[in-house]
C-alpha cells in the first residue's frame, strides 16, 4: 500500500492552528465544527465531512457537519439503523465505500445516498485506545474518491481528532463538574445560614431546625433550598444575593 502522505505538512499546519484556537475555545461542540471544517481542508474535492459522537448504545450524543447534504446522509443511517458510519464505529475500522450504487452491504441506504447525489464515503472512526466513540465522514458526488493514501491521511486525521476531542470532553466535564460544585456549595451556604435562623428564633437545636426546614418543604412541596432562598429573603440585612 502506498502509505506517503504529500499532504502531511498540511495536515500538521491544520492542527497547529485548532490548537491555538482550543486553547480559547475549548467546548465540545466547537471542537466537532473545527475537525469537521478541517476536515475538508484535508479532502478538497468532497461534497462535504461531518463528525459524530456515538455513545455506547449507538446513538449520536453530539455531531457537526459541513452542510445540510452530510445532515440528511447521516440522519438516513440512524433511521435505517445501517450504513458506512455505524460499520465504522461498530468495527473500529474505516469504512470505505467506493460506489453506493454497486455496494451491496447496506442498500437502502446506498439507494438514498444515490438518490441524494452521493456517489462514495469513506468513514474513519475515532478511537480512544480500542474504543470508537465517534466517526468521522467524507462524502463525495463522484465514485472511487477514497484512494489508499487518502485513507491513511485520514486515519492519521482521526488519530488526531480523536486527542482534540478527548481533551475537549475532558474539559467541558471539568467545567460542568466545577460549576455543579460550586452550585453545590452555594445552596449548601444558604440552607446553614437559614437553618441557624430557625435556631436562634424558634430555640431549636441544630437537628430540630433541619427537620423543620424539610418538614416545610414537604409540606409546600418546594425544594429545601427554595424554602431556606425565602427565609434569608425575609431577613433584613443580610447577603440575599449568595442563592
Not at 447496506?106 to 485506545?129: I, N, T
Not at 478527548?166 to 445560614?193: C, P, Y
Not at 418543604?217 to 429545601?224: K, S
Request: net charge negative.
Amino acid at each position: 500500500m502506498d502509505t506517503e502522505l504529500p499532504l502531511a505538512d498540511e495536515l500538521a499546519a491544520v492542527f497547529a492552528r485548532l490548537s491555538n484556537v482550543l486553547l480559547n475555545e475549548d467546548t465540545v461542540s466547537h471542537a466537532l465544527t473545527l475537525i469537521t471544517e478541517a476536515a475538508v481542508l484535508a479532502v478538497h474535492d468532497a461534497v462535504g465531512a461531518g463528525v459524530s459522537l456515538i455513545d455506547t448504545n449507538g446513538s449520536r450524543s453530539s455531531t457537526a457537519s459541513t452542510g445540510r447534504i452530510v445532515v440528511e446522509a447521516d440522519a438516513l443511517q440512524y433511521d435505517l439503523g445501517q450504513g458506512p458510519c455505524l460499520s465504522a464505529w461498530a468495527s473500529g475500522h474505516p469504512v470505505d465505500i467506493s460506489d453506493v450504487r454497486t455496494d451491496l452491504r447496506w442498500p437502502e441506504w446506498g439507494m438514498a445516498a444515490d438518490e441524494l447525489g452521493l456517489r462514495s464515503c469513506l468513514s474513519v472512526p475515532l478511537l480512544a485506545g480500542d474504543l470508537a466513540f465517534g466517526v468521522i465522514k467524507v462524502y463525495w458526488a463522484q465514485p472511487n474518491a477514497a484512494t489508499h493514501r487518502l485513507i491513511r491521511l485520514m486515519e492519521v486525521f482521526a488519530a488526531q481528532a480523536s486527542i482534540f476531542l478527548s481533551n475537549a470532553q475532558a474539559r467541558e466535564r471539568g467545567r460542568m463538574l466545577s460549576e455543579q460544585l460550586k452550585a453545590t456549595l452555594t445552596q449548601r451556604d444558604i440552607i446553614s445560614t437559614a437553618k441557624g435562623i430557625v435556631m436562634a428564633s424558634r430555640g431549636m437545636g441544630n437537628h430540630e431546625a433541619m427537620l423543620h426546614l424539610m418538614d416545610r418543604a414537604v409540606r409546600e412541596n418546594r425544594t429545601l433550598h427554595a424554602v431556606a432562598a425565602e427565609i434569608l429573603e425575609s431577613m433584613p440585612g443580610l447577603d440575599h444575593d449568595r442563592g
